[in-house]
Each structure stands twice: as structure tokens, then as C-alpha cells.
């Protein structure tokens, strides 16, 4: 059974849905979306058919076999997959399968539920494979159609609403029945790797290094070991803190590189990356746990003053920067000053272009004997000394539909303790930094490109907006917003019976109060100093 030299796709979907087919722990994430799905299977369904290249499956011995998963605790598989998870996974995906080798949260966050694909029915002669969605032209499910028998191929057709005409719904049913089976019939092939798991990751390295499509990261190989030094901290403790960190926003910040440099850098110096075998799997643990706990504790930090949503996240890399001080001084996380460095960073745009200078700042912080010395290297990465410099109007116009620095500023300046508070116009209660408030457009249109046309505000008043074509009478009105609420967004009440104030004017004017909101801040924010170390609660 393990050297058969090609698998039937029939047989690969069944292997994974059962779970007789799992992943190796030491493998990275699943990280493809649907449209590379619709991609994979569209090219298994063209004629002539484009294959996709083989698979690398390991067989354990006896005395190796895994007693996990790379997502499971538990796994009774015989056969592990080295090489080919993205392919399999988004296979299976596609078909509405979740692999057995994915606990069904794990699959949620992977997006696995959103892989799904189907045959689009434009036409007897245009039968195409597309992402699963509401569109002009019928489509079927392809789980659907693979599990189908070919005589109930004709009743999916009707169900999907496609072949009006009598002879064009029999093409359709035709057509659909011999996709279906050149699907179930294609073949893969395999390569079989009987070996321990040593040599299991090594040919996952090698395989990687040399892909066509993705080359493996060179903290990849490293978190590879980590896992290989203490089997299961990926699962466990890494891969949770990284869907995490997506969750809460700070997906572009908390890499699985970053994090893995978070790791290293806590391992004594003799047992980092590929020399992680001369310490002690303890040892790996808890420089992971570790890092887990420094680097939610910032995100915590972070969000209370304003970071709470992608958009309102500008340069990861200073953000990185703080994941790594923490993991080293856990004070920091609730320390006053790193905010105020942070501030600092995103006014004078220190990673700007220069992501890589975050590499020896974090190396700076790390020399230092103890916290007392890394604060006064935070003070030191801002000289020359002063206040952070102020925001132009030029700043307030977003590029590529995103704002960068100012917004991050805007927010920490609405999120400041020292501040009146910035309510939702439509919930009140909801004071920002609310979880569920974020930028959003008070017109449509071209306007978007200043943030003066934007406030910060939860779905409901997102969809108040939108159903009323903006910030007008019947907004206010349905919206019920008091006058400090409006004040604390710069917002005039809307005249009733007069003619209203141009958007565009509009849009000029809470410029210019933004400005000062977020300029005001920074005034207060002063220049960096050691001074005493203060809490994370305490005044902007």
C-alpha cells in the first residue's frame, strides 16, 4: 500500500476526510485563499488537463510514528504528508471537505470553510470552476457534483436554476458528468519517504528550498526545528498566538517570522535555529510561552489605546519592536514610555521605507543589562531630542485606500485617557477604542481619500451611512446623536430645511479640526525621558 506510485483524487479526498492522512507537525501553516483553490481544481478540470505536480508522503517507523498532528494532539494516521499540504488542503477545501487533520476551530481560522468552489453554468459551451458566491449565472456546489451519482447530476442542474430549454439542461447534465469524472479519475503522483523523522524534515527542507511556487523562509526551517526540539510548541503554543494576533488585527505585525525571532532571540545563544538540538526541549517551551505571554500582553496594551483594527495599524515593524523588549522585560508591556516611543516612531516615520533599521533597534534594547538601561536606549533611537514633530494636511490624504501613520495617530489620540472620548453616533455606550469601531467613509465616492470624510464608528452606523448615501439630515436623525458626540467627531448638525453644507467644504473643515485633535496629542505626548517609569494607564 505505501509505494503505490500515484494516488487517484478520488482516493486522496476520502484519505483526508477520514483522517488517514495528516500532516507533519513541523510543516507550515495552511496559508492559501479561495481563488487559488478555484485555480487548482480549475486546471484538473480543463481539457487538455494541466496536471499538478506530485506529492511526498512519509511512512514512520513503528517506534517514530507521531503521536500528533500538525493540528491535531491526537492522530492515528499512518501516512504524513512532507510535501504538498497547501495542495491537498486547498483540495480538499474546494470539494467542501474539511480534513479530518484540521479540529474544526483550526479550519475556521485557516479559512477553510471559505474554500469551497463550484462549476459556474454560463453556457453549454463556457462550464468554468470559480470561488462559491452569489453570481449572474447558475452555478453547483462541487462537492456536490463529485459526491453526486451521474443520474442525479440532471436534478443539481435544475436546482441550480440553469438549463431553461429541455435539451440545453441534458448538454449541461452532460457535460457536468464528464467533468466530474475526469476529476475523480485524475491521478497524482507520489513519492514515498520511508525514514525517521530527522530525515523526514530534512527532505521537507530541501523540498522547500527548492519549490517552484514558495520557497521556504529561512525562519521557517528554523520554527521547523523549534518543533523538532520540543514536538508540538508550534501547535500549542505559536500557531495559537499567531491566529491570535490575525484575529485581533495584528496580523501584519505578529508574523510567524517575527514570532520566531521573538523565540530565538529568548534561547541562549548556543541553542538558537539550527543549534536549538544543544539545549533543552524545557528550554523551548518556555521561550515560546514566554513570547505568547509578552506579545498579547502588548497587543492588550495596544489596543487600549486606540490599535484596534488593521486599518488603524500602521508600521508593523515598530510594533515588532515592542513584542521583542517585552518578551525581554515584561514591564514594558504596561510601561508608558514604549507607548510614547511608539507615537514617537509612527510622527517621524522611523521604519518608513527602513523596515530593516527595526532589526538593530531591537538588537540595541537587547543589550541592555535590565530595563532601566533598555529605557534609556528607547530614548536614545529618537535623537535628536524634542516632541514628536506635527501632522500636515498633506498627511491626511490616504494612498491605496489606507492612511498609514496618521491614522494610528488619530486613533491613540481618540483613545487617550486624557481626552473627552469618542462615542459612537449610533451607540453611544460604545466609547472607542469599542473592539468594533473602526474607519468608516461618511460619503461614498472619491471623497475616501481624506480622512476627513471618515470617523470612527461601529457596523451600525456604517450601515446608517450607507442606506441614507451619507452624513446628512436623515442621518442624524436616524442615528439620534447628541451634541457631544457630534463635537467629539467634528461633525456639524446637519441643517434641516436649509441647504446643507457641501460634503467636499465639509470635508476641508474636520481636516482641520483633525489636525488639531491629532497635533494636540502630540503636544502632550512631549519629548521621550526616562523619568519614572509610569503605567500603561496613566496620562497621555
Known amino acids: 500500500m505505501f509505494d503505490q506510485p500515484y494516488v487517484k483524487l478520488a482516493d486522496l479526498l476520502s484519505m483526508l476526510a477520514e483522517g488517514r492522512l495528516d500532516v507533519v507537525q513541523f510543516g507550515r501553516p495552511f496559508q492559501r485563499n479561495v481563488l487559488w483553490a478555484a485555480d487548482l481544481w480549475a486546471s484538473l478540470a480543463r481539457t487538455p488537463q494541466y496536471p499538478i505536480s506530485g506529492f511526498v508522503w512519509w511512512v514512520p517507523p513503528p517506534r517514530e510514528a507521531p503521536r500528533a ?26 470539494a467542501g471537505i474539511r480534513p479530518a487533520c484540521y479540529p474544526p476551530e483550526v479550519w475556521r481560522e485557516l479559512g477553510g470553510p471559505n474554500l469551497e468552489v463550484g462549476p459556474v453554468l454560463e453556457s453549454t459551451r463556457r462550464i468554468y470552476i470559480q470561488p462559491m458566491r452569489r453570481r449572474k449565472h447558475p452555478q453547483v456546489r462541487l462537492g456536490d457534483l463529485l459526491a453526486a451519482e451521474p443520474g442525479e447530476i440532471p436534478r443539481l442542474v435544475a436546482e441550480a436554476g440553469a438549463g431553461a430549454r429541455t435539451h440545453e439542461a441534458s448538454q449541461l447534465a452532460a457535460e457536468l458528468t464528464d467533468i466530474r469524472k475526469k476529476l475523480l479519475d485524475t491521478t497524482i503522483p507520489l513519492a514515498w519517504l520511508h525514514a525517521g523523522v530527522r530525515d523526514a524534515a530534512e527532505s521537507y527542507r530541501v523540498l522547500n528550498k527548492a519549490s517552484s511556487t514558495r520557497t521556504a523562509h529561512a525562519s521557517e ?40 525571532e521573538v523565540v530565538q532571540r529568548l534561547l541562549p545563544p548556543a541553542a538558537r535555529r ?36 488593521p486599518s488603524l495599524i500602521a508600521m508593523p515593524a515598530a510594533v515588532g519592536v515592542l513584542f521583542h523588549l517585552a518578551a525581554h522585560f515584561e514591564q514594558a508591556a504596561t510601561d508608558h514610555l514604549p507607548y510614547r516611543w511608539l507615537v514617537h516612531a509612527l510622527a517621524r516615520g522611523r521604519y518608513n521605507g527602513a523596515a530593516h533599521l527595526a532589526g538593530a533597534d531591537t538588537a540595541a534594547l537587547l543589550r541592555a543589562a535590565d530595563y532601566a538601561a533598555a529605557r534609556t536606549t528607547l530614548v536614545q533611537l529618537m535623537l535628536p531630542a524634542g516632541p514628536p514633530p506635527p501632522v500636515t494636511c498633506d498627511q491626511l490624504i490616504g494612498r491605496r485606500g489606507r492612511f498609514g501613520a496618521v491614522a494610528s495617530l488619530y486613533a491613540m489620540a481618540a483613545a487617550c485617557p486624557s481626552g473627552l472620548g469618542v462615542p459612537d453616533l449610533a451607540e453611544p455606550d460604545a466609547v472607542f477604542p469599542e473592539q468594533q469601531m473602526r474607519l468608516v467613509p461618511l460619503w461614498p465616492g472619491p471623497l475616501e481619500v481624506s480622512l476627513g470624510n471618515f470617523v470612527l464608528a461601529t457596523p451600525a452606523t456604517a450601515e446608517v451611512l450607507d442606506q441614507t448615501g451619507g452624513w446628512n439630515r436623515e442621518a442624524y436623525e436616524r442615528l439620534c446623536c447628541g451634541d457631544d458626540a457630534l463635537a467629539a467627531h467634528c461633525l456639524p448638525m446637519p441643517s434641516a430645511g436649509q441647504t446643507p453644507v457641501a460634503a467636499p467644504q465639509l470635508v476641508k473643515a474636520r481636516e482641520q479640526d483633525l489636525l488639531q485633535v491629532i497635533n494636540g496629542f502630540l503636544r502632550r505626548i512631549g519629548p521621550l525621558d526616562t523619568g519614572l517609569l509610569h503605567s500603561a494607564a496613566g496620562t497621555g
Not at 75 to 92: E, N
Not at 294 to 306: D, E, K, P, Y
Request: charge should be positive; charged fraction near 25%.
Open 221 to 260: 526551517i528554523e520554527t521547523m526545528y523549534l518543533d523538532l526540539a520540543c514536538p508540538g510548541v508550534r501547535r500549542e503554543v505559536l500557531d495559537p498566538l499567531w491566529r491570535h494576533a490575525r484575529r485581533e488585527g495584528f496580523g501584519a505585525a505578529a508574523t510567524l517570522p517575527v514570532l520566531n
Open 69 to 94: 498532528g500538525r493540528y491535531r494532539k491526537s492522530s492515528q494516521a499512518k501516512v504524513f504528508i512532507v510535501d504538498g499540504q497547501q495542495r491537498c488542503t486547498a483540495l480538499a477545501g474546494g
Open 274 to 309: 539550527r543549534s536549538v538540538f544543544n539545549g533543552r526541549p524545557e528550554q523551548v517551551d518556555n521561550a515560546a510561552r514566554r513570547a505568547s505571554r509578552s506579545c498579547t500582553a502588548v497587543i492588550v496594551a495596544l489596543q487600549r489605546r486606540g490599535l484596534v483594527d
